[in-house]
């Protein structure tokens, strides 16, 4: 069953550009997300893939409206996203966020919030709520005789379980996680994913992965998008990607990353120049037209989207090249 | 409802061991700073007094003696007779319910109507915040005193009024301090988190941003107590407060006024009465501003 | 100089105090309103009522119109300085308050100077020295000098002075300037030191926030002697914020200087409005009233105005 589903989702920011040319109007805009689709299934896990400032957490953000999208639709289990009611919403699709750690209230103890959190949603009997706090904080591996601490009494990775587990206690079909690990130590990042991948399988829950990281990419998720600046470049199941990249930014990506496959041998690309300002793409041509080691003419005005590449099994392309 | 009721009693401790660690969390903010644990003991002084006034006093506050008016400290009368010839000490006694009525008072409207205002105004910003901070504005270009003497003067005048008055006007500080706390908090990934969760904005505001903006609060709270005691004692004293015979210090030194000349101390008593019961709040308060607000050893002193 | 930025700074502020004004008439219109009576009762209350004085008072007021006629009219008799008639005294209340303002004037201005005199010096000490048994004496005293109400150390003062040492004048206004001085003085030091004890507090908490800034570090790190890094840089730091403060509190110096007035028996707006409320003289108080609000808008638009002369960023970034 597909969860979520989104079409052509844009978010644009004005920018205030000074006082003087706000009062003749001249306004600039922000194309932070231009125009992507993608799609999540039950039990999928699918990483949004990207250098920080190409627009992917405002995307996740804009379609689960924590943000309020400029253009898109998006459909949860095959309804309009408008239709829901926030409580509605939120108790089927979870956020969890880049400082997860500090989305835990200081002054409730970390039991009380877990239990909020279910009693808000309604998720079991009232008699019932203790046990369920109990059995969550256990799964993420804190003893539930520490429930009546609150949040400092708790390491970085410790926090972060337990935030994991109060999203877990609503018992959303949809899990969303922007850069859920960036912050800690690679042995309690690795803790952490395989929790979060073993309670996904256990759950059956759609996922939805944020990250920069490709090597985290790869190990969870079942298909990637490639985004760079507001859109998804390449998409496809993580083996094609990895594998056989295609987009010229993909390849460079991959060549730039060390990622833990010796059977892959690649020559590494190296990008010239850095990311430009979302606010100065050009609206015809490809965005990587200033980057790309295989850029021609036509590139700069060509019509861009995303083609399946040779009718690969759903692997598809934002090239004119491919 | 039901579900907040449901909220205290599911996770929590036991009600008792949760009262016993609360008040050892008190004693141990107060007993930080030597300011604020002065200022505390003269504070529980005054309430002790003010609950058990009538064992405590030696003569009904209330009883005259005619034929001993205007007496000076002595063994019967500690402190002398008033110009009636009322034991001075119990009406002091007496006394101490009016202060601590007062502080209730103000605690009362400052923390329902000036946390509520701050705390909606902080929360929803823009137009919502715009209006409540402009019709504050106003009020906090009055001087406590005047406006309180203007509502006196279109109310009426009586202890009621003089109270309601001076709670009031010291609304506005309150809910600007809540507000700017509010402002900051609400920018918190917690808070963030819980409207994430889906909380409606009343949660939200109620049990994640109001329990984590409690030390402004309380330090502001304490300090405005020792500014509406002047302010009471001031209008009694002017006539405009509380009215004699009624035991309330500023009436007391308002009416030992004319007698001035002949002995000091009905009116020497009431005012150091008043002065002791302002310092125990400035104390209490200053004390705490340390602890809570400023102190590096926070930290230490809570957790 | 004064830029564009900072004119436009300051017009802003302008525009704010207007309204402040302005609302402060409404309110106090509102409160006639709702208060129990009827708004001829309340504005006759102070004397004895003949029907010829009610006529006069429903015409002087038009309360046949509807509410907001009424408020209008009566806005535009304020606007144009006639401040209505207090029928308790029989004369309008601008002629009243017009006798009577130089002496609470003169009384507000003295303890502004003795408390600026009292608390700058103690403050930057106190705060350079923070921690110090000298900084905890002065804490003491001005935690001591805020818990005594002015009325309180007036009372006092009268009577330890004036009744048994007798070297100060315990009532009444003074005459030449001199004698005006010699009266205006225990007063004035008394509501100083209430005024100054809050001002030290603040220059204390100033120098200590600005010292433990990292540029403070840096000045004595690029050798700058201590001595002229504390007064020079960190002074005029912790200055400003209590000039801000100091713009909020003449309203309420105001007040207290009736208050102390009262209890020196000095026959300044004190002694009027506090009799006024006593006989519930209406006209008188809700004038009074207007008159500190104009006076409090004016100070703190003065305030500003130097506030931008100490701090450019002020006026530069247009949000205080």
């Known amino acids: 069953m597909t969860l979520l589903d989104v079409d052509g989702l844009k978010k644009h920011f004005t920018v205030d550009s000074g006082f003087l040319s706000g009062l003749l109007g001249e306004t600039r805009t922000l194309k932070a997300v231009d125009g992507i689709d993608f799609s999540v299934d039950a039990g999928e896990a699918f990483t949004l893939v990207g250098e920080s400032g190409c627009g992917k957490s405002t995307a996740i953000l804009s379609a689960l409206r924590h943000q309020q999208p400029t253009a898109g639709k998006v459909r949860f289990k095959g309804q309009d996203i408008e239709m829901y009611s926030k409580r509605a919403l939120r108790g089927e699709a979870q956020l ?24 808000f949603h309604d998720v079991v009997p009232p008699e019932e709520v203790d046990a369920r706090v109990d059995d969550l904080l256990e799964r993420v591996g804190i003893s539930p005789a520490e429930k009546y601490q609150e949040p400092s009494a708790f390491s970085g990775g410790q926090k972060q379980r337990i935030a994991i587990a109060r999203a877990l206690a609503v018992e959303p079909s949809l899990l969303v996680a922007d850069e859920p690990v960036s912050g800690l130590d690679v042995s309690v990042q690795a803790q952490i994913l395989n929790r979060l ?41 993580v083996d094609d990607i990895f594998e056989d990249p295609q987009h010229p930014y993909t390849q460079a990506l991959l060549s730039a990353n060390p990622v833990p496959d010796p059977a892959v041998d690649r020559d590494r690309i190296v990008l010239e120049g850095n990311m430009p300002d979302p606010i100065d793409v050009d609206d015809r041509g490809c965005p990587f037209v200033p980057r790309c080691p295989e850029a021609t003419a036509e590139c700069e005005t060509a019509e861009m989207g995303l083609k399946p590449f040779e009718g690969d099994r759903g692997h598809l392309v934002d090239c004119i090249h491919r | 409802m039901s579900q907040e009721s449901a909220d205290a009693t599911v996770t929590e401790r036991p009600r008792q061991s949760r009262a016993v660690a609360g008040a050892t969390r008190v004693w141990r903010i107060v007993s930080a700073n030597s300011l604020s644990l002065v200022g505390f003991c003269i504070v529980l002084s005054l309430v002790f007094v003010a609950v058990f006034a009538p064992v405590l006093a030696p003569y009904e506050p209330s009883a005259q003696q005619l034929d001993n008016t205007l007496a000076p400290p002595s063994a019967d009368h500690p402190f002398g007779t008033d110009n009636t010839g009322r034991d001075i000490l119990s009406r002091i006694i007496f006394g101490t319910r009016y202060a601590i009525a007062i502080a209730v008072v103000v605690v009362t409207l400052e923390t329902v109507v000036g946390v509520s205002l701050g705390l909606v105004a902080g929360y929803y910003r823009g137009k919502v ?6 019709g504050l504005d106003v009020l906090v270009s009055l001087p406590p005193l005047l406006l309180a003497m203007v509502i006196v003067t279109t109310f009426g005048i009586n202890i009621w009024n003089a109270m309601l008055a001076i709670g009031i006007v010291y609304i506005p500080m309150m809910s600007r301090t809540v507000r700017s706390s509010a402002l900051s908090i609400r920018e918190e990934t917690y808070v963030q988190a819980a409207e994430g ?52 210090w500023g009436a007391m030194a308002n009416a030992a006024r004319e007698y001035i000349l002949v002995t000091p101390w009905p009116i020497v008593f009431p005012t150091l009465a008043i002065a002791i019961a302002v310092l125990g709040f400035n104390l209490l308060g200053m004390g705490l501003r340390e602890t809570l607000l400023y102190g590096e050893d926070y930290d230490e002193v809570v957790e | 100089m004064v830029s564009g930025r900072t004119l436009g700074y300051l017009l802003k502020r302008l525009g704010a105090g207007v309204f402040i004004v302005w609302a402060v008439t409404f309110l106090v219109f509102v409160l006639l309103q709702i208060a129990p009576g009827s708004p001829a009762d309340i504005l006759l209350s102070g004397g004895v009522v003949t029907e010829e004085m009610r006529r006069t008072v429903v015409e002087q007021y038009n309360l046949n119109e509807p509410w907001y006629v009424q408020y209008l009219l009566w806005l535009r008799d304020v606007v144009t300085g006639d401040l209505g008639y207090s029928f308790a005294q029989q004369r309008p209340v601008a002629t009243l308050i017009a006798d009577r303002w130089a002496i609470t004037a003169q009384i507000v201005t003295l303890s502004m100077v003795l408390a600026t005199l009292m608390s700058i010096p103690t403050g930057i000490v106190a705060g350079y020295k923070h921690g110090s048994s000298l900084d905890r004496l002065l804490t003491v005293v001005a935690i001591v000098g805020v818990s005594v109400p002015v009325f309180v150390s007036g009372v006092l003062a009268i009577l330890a002075f004036s009744f048994h040492i007798n070297v100060i004048p315990s009532s009444g206004a003074g005459s030449g300037v001199i004698g005006r001085l010699t009266h205006l003085f225990v007063p004035s030091l008394l509501l100083g030191g209430m005024i100054g004890a809050l001002m030290f507090r603040m220059m204390r908490s100033g120098m200590r926030d600005v010292l433990e800034k990292d540029y403070m570090e840096t000045c004595v790190a690029m050798g700058l002697p201590t001595r002229k890094v504390v007064v020079k840089h960190a002074a005029i730091n912790a200055l400003a914020p209590v000039l801000t403060v100091s713009g909020l509190w003449i309203g309420f110096l105001i007040v207290y200087a009736m208050v102390v007035e009262y209890v020196f028996g000095m026959g300044g707006l004190g002694r009027l409005i506090i009799h006024a409320v006593q006989a519930q003289d209406a006209p008188v108080v809700l004038a009074g009233t207007i008159i500190t609000a104009v006076v409090f808008v004016i100070s703190n638009i003065v305030v500003d105005f130097l506030y931008t002369k100490i701090d450019p960023r002020v006026a530069i970034g247009g949000q205080p």
């Open chain 1, 96 to 119: 969890i966020y880049q400082d997860q750690q500090d989305t835990l209230n200081p002054k409730m103890s970390v039991g009380e919030a877990i239990a909020e959190a279910i009693r």
């Open chain 1, 197 to 237: 991948m073993d309670l996904q399988e256990e759950f059956g829950l759609g996922l939805v992965y944020v990250t920069h990281n490709l090597g985290i990419a790869r190990k969870i998720s079942d298909t990637i998008g490639v985004m760079y600046l507001g859109r998804i470049v390449e998409y496809g199941d």
């Open chain 2, 129 to 134: 915040d715009e209006t409540v901070m402009r």
């Open chain 2, 197 to 248: 969760l889906g909380y409606d904005s009343k949660r939200v505001m109620l049990k994640h941003i109001l329990p984590n903006s409690v030390p402004p609060i309380v330090v502001l709270g304490t300090t405005d107590v020792a500014y509406a005691l002047i302010d009471v004692a001031t209008l009694s004293f002017l006539g405009l407060g509380i009215q004699p015979p009624k035991p309330s």
